[in-house]
């Protein structure tokens, strides 16, 4: 079957329960009754409400943030036998890392302080625009690329698992301490807005375009 000739589980007048996962009829007249899960009771929708706009509020505000997560420090350490604190940013921690010969560290925080969040950031934006433009090439690409997306999620808090780990670390030397900073905080903001994102974006409104084209 070629993609523009499927047929939406909602032309059908079928809705999917966003709670638990069940495949339920929807009503079939324009002004009945709002239908409920027959099996968890939560409201039944044909596609997530102003999912579309949501994405965008959450995308605008995880951009916004990321910008001080970077250039914040995101660890300071302070060191007794000196009695002085050094704060560093994100980068400035993988160079640290990087030359004390932590090069698997380094690497691990580059990958999920740069790649995954940009990577997530530009993935939902490209597809919000997709919809927002009723794109409707590459369709199934698009809707892999979401998958992609929803997957990579959890390692974008691996960086804020490492500072984690380090402050716990050197907490436990009798010379120097760690705390983390205020762009650990912003840092750890952007992931849960992503998330928040990815989960409000309905990949089926990129599907619902083929069906306004050919209308």
Same mark, same amino acid.
């Not at 589980?9 to 069940?22: D, I, K, N, S």
């Not at 919809?131 to 997306?149: A, I, N, P, S």
């Given at each position: 079957?070629?993609?523009?000739?499927?047929v939406s589980?909602?032309?059908? +007048?079928?809705?999917?329960?966003?709670?638990?996962?069940?495949? @339920?009829?929807?009503?079939?007249?324009?002004? %009945?009754?709002?239908?409920?899960?027959?099996?968890?009771?939560?409201?039944?929708?044909?596609?997530?409400? %102003?999912?579309?706009?949501?994405? /965008? #509020?959450?995308?605008?505000?995880?951009?916004? $943030?990321?910008?001080?997560?970077? @250039?914040?420090p995101i660890? @300071?350490?302070?060191?007794?036998?000196?009695?002085?604190?050094?704060?560093?940013?994100?980068?400035?921690?993988?160079?640290?890392? &990087?030359?004390?010969?932590? /090069?698997?560290?380094? @690497?691990?925080?580059?990958?999920?302080?740069?790649?995954?969040?940009?990577?997530?950031?530009?993935?939902?934006?490209? $597809?919000?625009?997709?919809?927002?433009?009723? &794109?409707? /090439?590459?369709?199934?690409?698009?809707?892999?690329?979401?998958?992609?997306?929803? +997957?990579? +999620?959890? &390692?974008?808090?691996?960086?804020?698992? #490492?500072?984690?780990?380090?402050?716990?670390?050197?907490?436990?030397?009798?010379?120097?301490?760690?705390?983390?900073?205020?762009?650990?905080?912003?840092? +750890?903001?952007?992931?849960?807005l992503t998330?928040? %994102?990815?989960?409000?974006?309905?990949?089926?409104?990129? &599907?619902?375009?083929?069906?306004?084209?050919?209308?």
């Amino acid at each position: 079957m070629r993609t523009h000739d499927a047929v939406s589980a909602a032309a059908r +007048g079928l809705g999917t329960c966003e709670a638990c996962g069940l495949l @339920a009829r929807l009503p079939q007249r324009a002004h %009945a009754d709002p239908l409920h899960c027959p099996r968890c009771h939560a409201r039944l929708h044909v596609r997530k409400p %102003a999912s579309l706009t949501r994405t /965008w #509020v959450l995308l605008i505000l995880s951009y916004l $943030l990321y910008i001080p997560a970077n @250039a914040l420090p995101i660890l @300071a350490t302070r060191s007794v036998l000196e009695d002085q604190s050094q704060e560093s940013t994100i980068l400035q921690g993988v160079v640290l890392f &990087w030359n004390s010969g932590s /090069w698997f560290i380094a @690497a691990l925080i580059l990958f999920a302080s740069v790649v995954v969040p940009l990577t997530k950031l530009f993935a939902l934006t490209l $597809l919000a625009i997709s919809v927002q433009r009723h &794109w409707t /090439w590459d369709l199934r690409q698009r809707t892999r690329l979401y998958r992609l997306v929803e +997957g990579i +999620g959890r &390692w974008s808090m691996l960086d804020i698992y #490492v500072v984690a780990l380090s402050v716990a670390l050197v907490q436990l030397g009798r010379f120097a301490s760690m705390q983390a900073g205020l762009g650990a905080v912003c840092f +750890g903001t952007v992931v849960v807005l992503t998330m928040m %994102a990815a989960h409000s974006f309905d990949p089926r409104l990129m &599907w619902d375009n083929v069906k306004s084209e050919r209308g």
